[in-house]
């Protein structure tokens, strides 16, 4: 009876640490989905606003509005890019963190 137990006992632990490899791996899937599709919606935002200047700069004619409309897209531009890279650095912390922690 003590070897059956044993066996039991071998067999939930092999069970158990299955179960945590398949979680694990269905986490690092979910995280690259995430950062996959993180990268797809930064790079058709990209192509939306080199659309939207290749549009103002072919429909509008007067100089002085076409480079103040320029101007307010270019300074939206940036501040998306500024939001991105902070966005960028607390997922990589919080990645980071998470990884720390489960180590321990």
């Known amino acids: 009876m003590d070897k059956e137990n044993q066996w039991s006992e071998i067999s939930k632990d092999v ?11 269905d986490e690092e899937d979910l995280v690259d989905d ?9 790079e058709n935002t990209a192509d939306i ?3 939207l200047l290749n549009t103002l700069e ?9 480079q103040e409309s320029q101007k ?9 890019k500024g939001v991105i890279n902070d966005t960028k ?4 912390g919080a990645l980071n ?6 180590e321990e």
Request: hydrophobic residues 35%; aromatic residues 6%; charged residues 35%.
């Open 15 to 25: 069970t158990d640490i299955a179960k945590k490899v398949k979680s694990k791996i």
């Open 72 to 80: 307010v897209i270019e300074n939206i531009s940036q501040e998306l």
């Open 58 to 66: 072919n429909t509008i004619r007067d100089d002085e509005i076409k």
């Open 49 to 51: 606003f080199k659309t």
């Open 89 to 92: 650095s607390k997922i990589s």
């Open 97 to 102: 963190t998470n990884s720390i922690f489960e």
């Open 34 to 42: 995430l950062k996959d599709s993180f990268k797809n919606t930064i």
